[in-house]
């Protein structure tokens, strides 16, 4: 029963990360990323907080400048900095595709940051999917987008952000670390305002966009959070993949994109590759 309703609550989890992208990218037509980022941080970072608040927990935490969330904090900036660029520039599809990649690049800095055995069946398995993200991004070719390297960051970030957060300090709760990540959205966007500028006064509209891209974001995190504790990681975790289903889709019918044969490939060897490392991780485990 708690893998069922693990694996369901992944299931919303991923649909909620899915809607928070298309929102965000129908928000970014209108907006400059960096005030689109800026918005969206505060929003979740206000939730958190509430959050933290009527549980009693203290919202700085007296290890919230530790090395761990410190390095946890650059690599949030460069995952939502680099995603949410690649997802306002680029077909949501193959931005999505790209970072599904992140739980293989965590597979491969395990090893790194906290010496995990990978057997060498893991490791084939890491290097197709990044086969695969290459198979996207066709370097060299005709079909390259440079605006894709964002979407690469991006996946690089998210997956620093993740190997951070199990160095974080298990007194640190899900609210707190939610509040902190939010607040480097924030800080991202800032960056990026500075950098393009053109802030303008949000319609009604992009308001609407953002303030249910926030819900979405903060549901989405809440699902996952409650996913990964509820059921075993072997159960629940290649669940994750439906995102990719899930912004196809929206993609599709949203933003009018045709995924071509080669994304569709790609996204296929990712996955693939990705399922592959978890069960033979909790394999391995067993």
Known sequence: MNNLKGSLLMVAAMAGFALED??????AQDLPVGQVLIIFGCGGMMIFAASAMIRGEVLLHPQAFSRPLLIRAFFEILGRLGYTVAIALTPLSSASAILQAAPLVVAAGAVLV???????????AIVIGFIGVLMILRPGTGGFEPLSIFAVLGMIGFAGRDLATRAAPQSMTNAQLGLYGFAMMAVAGVIALSWTG???????????LLLAAIIMGVVGYSCLTGAMRTGEIGVVAPFR???LVFAMILGVLVFAERPDVMTLLGSAVIVASGLYTVFR???AKG
């Open 114 to 124: 906290f010496g995990e055995k990978v057997g060498w069946r893991r490791w084939l």
């Open 198 to 208: 053109g802030a303008m006064l949000p319609d009604g509209t992009s308001s609407l």
């Open 22 to 27: 298309m929102l965000v990218k129908a928000a």
């Open 241 to 243: 993949y439906i995102r």
């Open 281 to 283: 991780g909790q394999r």
